[in-house]
């Protein structure tokens, strides 16, 4: 009897043993096989397209850079009961401009389209020398609005100079200026700027310094 309960009782363990066997292959076979990806493969990245503006620049005079140096003689300057005395470059042609605060300077052989040096007062505008800067900063980007230069580039920019290069008549020009303040005031009082050629970029930082190092308001005429 024992005999018959072991035989009977590994049979059943056999044939459960099988099931479960069988119950595991039908699982496999019900999952459905992971899906596969075809990975890319890397290619050079192109380089982004922008469009770019193509500018006419007439080729710049072949005439003698500015000098940076030249002997000064002292100038004096009137507007709106303001007066201020600066120094100029000797044999330079003085034209008053229209409104009657400012003054261009240029080299009585110029020759067009190279450099020359304008002296203003401004005190009669009551304008802190940064507010100054930026209006002149707007007035340049309208000329350009206007249609009247191209491709204006502010290069550099603090609270009481700039210095900027543009495309005007079909040449590229340098444009530099500064607003000063006289002793004991706020508001900028006058401003000394040039405009050159590129050749001209280091003699203009030079004379600029000069004639602001060297201008004054006198206390009597």
């Known amino acids: ?16 043993a099988a099931g479960a066997g069988a119950g595991y292959v039908v699982g496999q076979e019900d999952v459905e096989e992971p899906a596969t990806f075809a990975v890319p493969q890397a290619v050079p990245a192109e380089q982004p397209s922008y469009p770019v503006n193509v500018y006419d620049v007439t080729p710049d005079p072949d005439a003698t850079p500015l000098d940076g140096d030249p002997a000064l003689h002292e100038e004096k300057f009137r507007a709106g009961g303001f007066k201020l005395r600066a120094p100029v470059p000797d044999g330079w042609q003085r034209v008053e401009l229209s409104g009657r605060t400012q003054w261009n300077f240029t080299p009585a052989d110029r020759v067009p389209n190279t450099y020359l040096l304008r002296i203003g007062i401004v005190a009669g505008e009551r304008k802190s020398p940064s507010v100054e800067t930026s209006s002149r900063i707007f007035a340049l980007r309208q000329q350009e609005t206007d249609g009247n230069s191209e ?15 543009t495309i005007v008549g079909g040449y590229q020009r340098v444009i530099m200026e500064r607003f000063v303040t006289a002793p004991g005031n706020s508001s900028a009082y006058f401003t000394v700027a040039m405009n050159g050629r590129e050749v001209d970029r280091d003699a203009m930082t030079e004379l600029i310094d000069r004639v602001v190092a060297g201008a004054y308001v006198p206390e009597a005429d």
């Open 1 to 16: 009897m024992a005999g018959r309960l072991v035989g009977a009782f590994l049979a059943l363990v056999l044939l459960a």
């Open 151 to 165: 491709n204006l580039i502010i290069e550099e920019q603090t609270e009481s100079a700039f210095t900027a290069t």
